[in-house]
């Protein structure tokens, strides 16, 4: 079985502030891990994803993240946020194998200006 | 290139009703997906199709079921459609059977009255 953990469910920051959106995954095999973002009324678009290499991800946006095995989390990050990264956030894990997509609940990130 | 193509984007229906929601993948692109994503939720795995045959199967009803076509294209049926199917349903399409590469349309908004 798996499992994907959004532990923030809702993250206001004011611009041009940094921010961190967490996610953890449990999972009996390794992953995959991705991040999506949602913005209103619309699908979902990737940000940036993990399949081996180095732990550290650039995505798009400005956005990284990192895989931490040990501590089993990919947490996004980004230096500066905009008002227009107001968006929900969704993080996600297909297990090795698999074929499907397994999401978090999301994170509503708003900006403030 | 054209993405990802859902349509209708809205649609209301009444419970007990039928409805088929349709997804045009990318040019190239072999591989479909259907997520439901309910309101305030992440999107959840409903089908998978690849070459036209069914690839994995999500843990929702027998009133859910799809097709792929011979273009690619797939259709997403619903029987006896009840409140909670109200939601977004969105579609991936991705070049191989393993969904590392997803790409989704905007998604169809259903409402059950």
């Known amino acids: 079985a798996q499992s994907v953990t959004q532990l923030d469910s809702q993250v206001p920051v004011f611009e041009e502030a940094p921010v961190e959106l967490r996610c953890n995954y449990s999972?009996?095999?390794?992953?995959?891990l991705f991040w999506y973002v949602q913005y209103p009324n619309q699908g979902l678009q990737l940000l940036l994803k993990?399949?081996?290499?180095?732990?550290l991800v650039k995505g798009i946006n400005g956005f990284e993240a990192e895989f931490n095995k040990s501590q089993t989390s990919f947490h996004l990050r980004k230096p500066s946020v905009h008002i227009s990264d107001t968006a929900e956030y969704f993080c996600?894990?297909?297990?090795?194998?698999?074929?499907?997509?397994?999401f978090g609940t999301g994170t509503r990130l708003t900006v403030i200006p | 290139d054209a993405g990802v193509t859902q349509s209708p984007t809205h649609l209301i229906k009444t419970r007990g009703q039928h409805v088929t929601l349709r997804c045009s993948p990318i040019?190239?692109?072999?591989?479909v997906s259907w997520y439901q994503q309910v309101l305030g939720q992440g999107p959840q795995f409903i089908f998978q199709?690849?070459?036209?045959?069914?690839?994995g199967r999500g843990n929702f009803p027998d009133r859910f079921s799809a097709r792929q076509f011979p273009n690619y294209s797939s259709e997403l049926n619903v029987n006896a459609l009840l409140l909670g199917d109200s939601a977004l349903y969105l579609c991936?399409?991705?070049?191989?059977?393993?969904?590392?590469?997803?790409?989704f349309g905007q998604g169809t908004r259903l409402t059950v009255v």
């Open positions: 991936a399409s991705s070049p191989r059977t393993e969904n590392t590469e997803a790409f």
């Open positions: 999972s009996s095999v390794s992953v995959y």
């Open positions: 993990y399949l081996s290499g180095s732990t």
């Open positions: 996600a894990v297909i297990q090795t194998g698999a074929n499907n997509l397994f």
């Open positions: 040019s190239g692109h072999k591989s």
């Open positions: 199709y690849y070459e036209k045959e069914e690839r």
